[in-house]
């Protein structure tokens, strides 16, 4: 079945470690995404890619790094840089770069949560 | 930039009530509107998306949303609340001059009473 996988489901991270979360996509879409999702606050955009090897910054980048290196996989890292990355991490992903006007499908979310 | 605002956190309807959940929008532009449903600790489902054309939008699960140009809204409705539409609902904007990635609101949640 095609769809975006999101691994893990649950992350525990020590503080002042990196941590990736994995994102991987068999739709052969062009765009991915990611969103923060934190209580009260809906989905806030960190990163997202509308092609292979590119990538811009969303409103909450800052502590947080993507990589575009296939068209199927966009890595979210989040360094010990990010304050406070306990949170909801949601991948997105879209058919058509260029078409605003066109749906972001998703995955089932990584829960991190720093002790 | 584009921008949504969705009143009520938290909305609360008996079974076979009306529902209707508010979305407003900012844009300077026409925008595309997208209400999203989410059940906990899931992902996000599209429910139905306003591009062009019919200001009507109906959707999956009984539910439609009207894009009123004039009062910069896209309200989301349903006729009769089921048990299993309890969950958060998000609305969401994009514009074709922007940027390439959906904004959304903050959130509400639907509790629907026995």
């Known amino acids: 079945d095609g769809g975006i996988t999101q691994s893990p489901k649950y992350l525990f991270r020590k503080e002042g470690q990196n941590v990736t979360l994995s994102c991987e996509q068999n739709?052969?879409?062009?765009?991915m995404y990611w969103y923060r999702q934190d209580p009260g606050q809906g989905l806030r955009l960190i990163y997202y890619?509308?092609?292979?090897?590119?990538?811009q910054k969303g409103d909450i980048a800052e502590g947080y790094s993507v990589s575009r290196e296939k068209k199927e996989s966009f890595p979210l890292t989040v360094t010990s840089a990010q304050k406070n990355p306990t949170a909801f991490y949601l991948c997105?992903?879209?058919?058509?770069?260029?078409?605003?006007?066109?749906?972001?499908?998703f995955g089932q979310g990584t829960r991190l949560t720093v002790v | 930039a584009q921008s949504v605002t969705q009143l009520g956190s938290h909305v609360s309807v008996s079974e076979g009530a009306l529902v209707l959940l508010r979305c407003n929008y900012s844009s300077s532009v026409p925008p595309y509107l997208f209400w999203y449903v989410q059940y906990p600790n899931q992902g996000l489902q599209l429910l139905l998306k306003?591009?062009?054309?019919?200001?009507l939008v109906k959707g999956i699960n009984g539910f439609e949303a009207e894009f009123k140009k004039s009062e910069t809204s896209f309200h989301l409705t349903k006729p009769s609340a089921h048990m299993s539409d309890a969950a958060e609902y998000f609305c969401?904007?994009?514009?074709?001059?922007?940027?390439?990635?959906?904004?959304f609101g903050s959130g509400t949640r639907l509790q629907v009473q026995p």
């Open positions: 739709l052969n879409h062009d765009a």
């Open positions: 969401a904007v994009s514009v074709p001059t922007g940027r390439r990635a959906l904004t």
């Open positions: 306003y591009t062009t054309g019919a200001t």
């Open positions: 890619s509308q092609i292979v090897n590119d990538f």
């Open positions: 997105a992903s879209s058919p058509d770069r260029t078409a605003q006007n066109t749906e972001a499908f």
